[in-house]
């Protein structure tokens, strides 16, 4: 019992991390194709300026959690999926120190090399996300299983980037296949109209109304892949959508992740500047739940019948320490869940005028 | 397997040294950022909030560094080290998943607001904001020690026949007899780090004649802070924790000192020469008879026991190694007690300015106290070798059973090379801030 909560709280820290740093990773992607203007480019960097870094934090409680809550999976995922890990880790101090690092020096040179560095990491951190959630929907080869026999332990694998046929049918699976490929697709298509949600909210750039007209072309094309997606799911992995037959009521989230994606097709129809980045949100939210669900409970599926899938009754800590973290866990998320609204109270309203601590001192003295 | 251990060793050790080069100036720096926010509240003087701006922009660029090269040790425990994790997990994430829950949320969100929101949220709640930040990178540290002290000093825990490591005991893990000195001498050696930093700074300015004022005020609180926390580390705290090894890893504790014969009328302490391993002596020794069993235990005649006692395979794996790290730790931390003092002294005689000789050695000093800090942990994790977790799990049982050595050299070289760029970005910015200087006139 006290496993699944661990697993709802997962699901639902993931889900949250990508809303928020979704958004800037959006913002990045906006910033690397539509921004022209340095106004522009500084407004879309000012917007995520106070939150990029908290959001970060989600992923790394989200980790810690998994560690915590189940460690034969973190042991198991993270060492199997070492390189795309260690670039996304390599993507994500690449990003950092484009946001960082730009208003260091008042040079459009000095501007330029971070604004691209900025853009190019979010775009591919933003395809590699969604890869992520390709592999663990697809599933590993546990064991390293080859012709019927276990190269590690049966809880074990290593997955290299790519095998040759790009297939997810072969025992050489690689993290990048045309199944996972289609979902990174999905991935950076959601970011993608998320950021641009995020900076028509948040800014006044000069690239916003454009970016309205963009929005439900984006939304059309998203629409299109994941139902390609979900129309291609039963050829990795067999009845994906058992758990949604046995409990009619999860439909609820598909149905909503659907109307998340309709609320942007539809965009031009609202007034309001935030409406868009709601229904963003909500295909975000419900998109990470549907999926959850149709895995439950498995964490980690086995490609293979030769060794079980991971799932959360065969890897879960002791329950001791399960009951004890939930304690400690829900003063910290009110906590959290306060921090953030916090901040989002006080940077509320649009805030590409914002100003950094040194803005107003560092690059001034460039100048003269 | 050999190559594997070996790699990942590199790897992990690598990283974190370089990574704990930024929080230690992170947690000491946000202390005296509080302190010059609070008397500016106080007095309403604009230098004081100048000041805080001023190292407010460094820590910033300071912090950033600290997170990015942060997330990738919390993704290594599994990614190199996952047989570890996998064994200790439901123990050390207890820890560590704290520490993301309860701290990192509270610096990172409490840093967006400080250093964007002077004007939004008003003078009170900014200083407010800081001191959320201090408290939030506080805790880190408290949590990651917490960790930290469980792998040298096992507690609360039972194990499985399958060799997993179970928590039987919440509350022990922050009762942990390792954890309090360990707090409280790395934190007091962050503030030794963040202090000489600061009067280093100062002593620029007085040196160069620009922002006099800011020098003085940089100087004289890097210097009245520098000598609290320069003493507090060596005693009580450094003294605290030498006594902590001496009871509970005794063989440790001599290969640190350097004393291989056991005397039965009290030890000599070592300051100087160099482990030969082979005669299983120290070489162009300098020392000084019976002090370290005063300094262990207020006695002069205590026998200590020295490595021969011991069989070498329970030796830790590189004596020489630790010998130095040890010798050089506390061979710098009694320096800057000696700069400290001296500085104090003019500085109370008003007349720090006119020796600029000291002036020019408090600019120079500043990266010892960073040496010494790594010095410091690289004593704690080759004290504790071959073991992972002390006498229960070995460091070679730890590692990915599935990431080849091959995988672990790309992503060490990826790291070098990327670190290396960004230690250079890292200099070269802050050297400019400092260059440019606090801008004096009230906040706006």
Redesign the interface.
């Known amino acids: 019992m006290i496993e699944i909560v661990w697993y709802i709280i997962i699901t639902l820290m993931l889900a949250v991390y990508a809303v928020l740093d979704g958004f800037d990773f959006g913002a990045g992607i906006i910033h690397l194709f539509f921004a022209k203007t340095e106004k522009d480019k500084q407004a879309i960097v000012n917007s995520i300026g106070p939150f990029w870094d908290a959001n970060e934090v989600w992923l790394l409680a989200s980790g810690g959690i998994l560690f915590f809550a189940f460690p034969t999976v973190y042991a198991s995922s993270f060492s199997g999926f070492y390189l795309p890990l260690m670039m996304i880790l390599w993507l994500l101090i690449f990003r950092a120190i484009g946001i960082e690092l730009r208003h260091q020096i008042n040079h459009p040179m000095w501007h330029a090399v971070w604004d691209k560095l900025f853009g190019i990491s979010s775009f591919l951190l933003a395809l590699f996300f969604g890869l992520a959630v390709g592999n663990i929907v697809r599933g590993v080869n546990l064991g390293g299983v080859i012709n019927g026999i276990n190269s590690f332990e049966p809880h074990y694998f290593f997955l290299p980037l790519w095998n040759s046929t790009l297939s997810p049918f072969e025992a050489n699976l690689g993290v990048i296949d045309w199944f996972t490929l289609m979902l990174g697709l999905v991935g950076l298509v959601s970011i993608t109209i998320h950021g641009a949600t995020w900076v028509i909210f948040k800014t006044n750039c000069s690239i916003n109304y454009n970016l309205k007209k963009q929005i439900p072309i984006l939304g059309l094309i998203q629409l299109f892949l994941v139902l390609v997606s979900l129309s291609i799911w039963h050829f990795v992995r067999s009845n994906p959508f058992a758990n949604f037959s046995e409990f009619p009521i999860f439909i609820l989230f598909p149905i909503l992740m659907f109307l998340g994606i309709f609320g942007n097709i539809f965009i031009n129809h609202f007034k309001n500047d935030h409406v868009g980045f709601i229904f963003s949100t909500i295909f975000l939210l419900s998109g990470f739940f549907s999926t959850s669900i149709s895995l439950f409970p498995v964490l980690l599926h086995s490609t293979h019948n030769i060794n079980p899938s991971l799932t959360i009754y065969n890897t879960s800590s002791p329950e001791y320490g399960l009951i004890i973290g939930l304690k400690w866990f829900s003063i910290a998320f009110i906590l959290v869940v306060f921090y953030t609204i916090l901040q989002f109270k006080i940077f509320s309203g649009k805030r590409d005028d914002i100003k950094h601590v040194d803005d107003n001192e560092i690059s001034v003295g460039i100048k003269k | 397997m050999e190559d594997m251990i070996f790699y990942d060793r590199i790897q992990f050790g690598f990283t974190i040294t370089f990574h704990y080069l930024f929080p230690q100036l992170t947690m000491g720096l946000s202390l005296l950022i509080v302190y010059f926010k609070g008397q500016y509240l106080r007095t309403n003087l604009p230098i004081y909030n100048s000041a805080a701006?001023?190292w407010?922009?460094i820590f910033?660029?300071n912090f950033?560094m600290g997170?990015?090269?942060g997330?990738?040790l919390?993704?290594q425990?599994?990614?190199?080290w996952?047989?570890f994790?996998?064994?200790?997990?439901?123990?050390i994430?207890?820890t560590?998943?704290?520490?993301?829950?309860?701290s990192?949320?509270?610096e990172?969100?409490?840093?967006?607001?400080?250093?964007?929101?002077?004007?939004?949220?008003g003078q009170k709640l900014h200083f407010l904001a800081g001191f959320l930040v201090f408290l939030g990178s506080w805790l880190s540290g408290w949590f990651i020690l917490a960790t930290f002290a469980w792998m040298q000093h096992p507690v609360g825990y039972e194990i499985f026949e399958s060799g997993e490591f179970?928590?039987?005991n919440?509350t022990s893990l922050f009762t942990n007899i390792w954890l309090i000195p360990t707090f409280l001498h790395n934190q007091s050696a962050s503030l030794v780090t963040s202090s000489f930093v600061m009067s280093a700074v100062g002593a620029y300015y007085l040196l160069t004649k620009t922002n006099l004022e800011f020098g003085r005020l940089f100087i004289k609180t890097g210097i009245i802070v520098g000598l609290v926390s320069s003493i507090f580390v060596a005693f009580p705290s450094g003294d605290w924790n030498a006594k902590n090894v001496s009871e509970h890893q005794p063989i440790t504790f001599a290969a640190m000192e350097g004393i291989f014969e056991t005397e039965e009328s009290g030890s000599e302490i070592i300051l100087i020469g160099q482990p030969n391993m082979m005669e299983r002596k120290i070489d162009n020794k300098i020392s000084v008879p019976n002090i370290l069993s005063f300094l262990t235990y207020k006695n002069w005649n205590t026998t200590i026991k020295g490595l021969n006692e011991f069989d070498e395979s329970l030796w830790p794996t590189n004596v020489p190694g630790l010998y130095y790290a040890y010798h050089i730790m506390v061979g710098l931390g009694t320096i800057f007690i000696g700069i400290m003092i001296l500085a104090t002294f003019f500085l109370w005689m008003k007349n720090l300015e006119s020796q600029s000789w000291l002036l020019w050695i408090l600019l120079f000093s500043f990266p010892f106290p960073y040496i010494a800090n790594t010095a410091g942990w690289y004593t704690a994790e080759l004290g504790r070798s071959p073991w992972i977790v002390f006498e229960l799990l070995k460091i070679s049982d730890g590692i990915?059973?599935?990431?080849?050595s091959g995988?672990t050299l790309?992503?060490l070289l990826?790291f070098m090379a990327?670190y290396a760029l960004?230690g250079l970005?890292f200099i070269v910015?802050v050297g400019?801030?400092i260059h440019?200087g606090?801008?004096n006139g009230s906040a706006?």
């Not at chain 2, 425990?77 to 190199?80: I, K, Y």
């Not at chain 2, 990915?400 to 080849?404: G, K, L």
């Open positions: 701006k001023f407010m922009s910033a660029l950033t997170v990015i090269t997330i990738p919390e993704f425990f599994g990614t190199n996952a047989k994790s996998e064994l200790t997990g439901s123990i994430a207890q560590l998943a704290m520490e993301g829950m309860f990192f949320f509270l990172s969100s409490f840093l967006g607001l400080f250093l964007f929101g002077e004007k939004l949220l179970v928590l039987t919440f990915s059973p599935t990431v080849s995988n790309f992503t990826g990327l960004i970005l910015l400019k801030i440019n606090p801008q706006k």
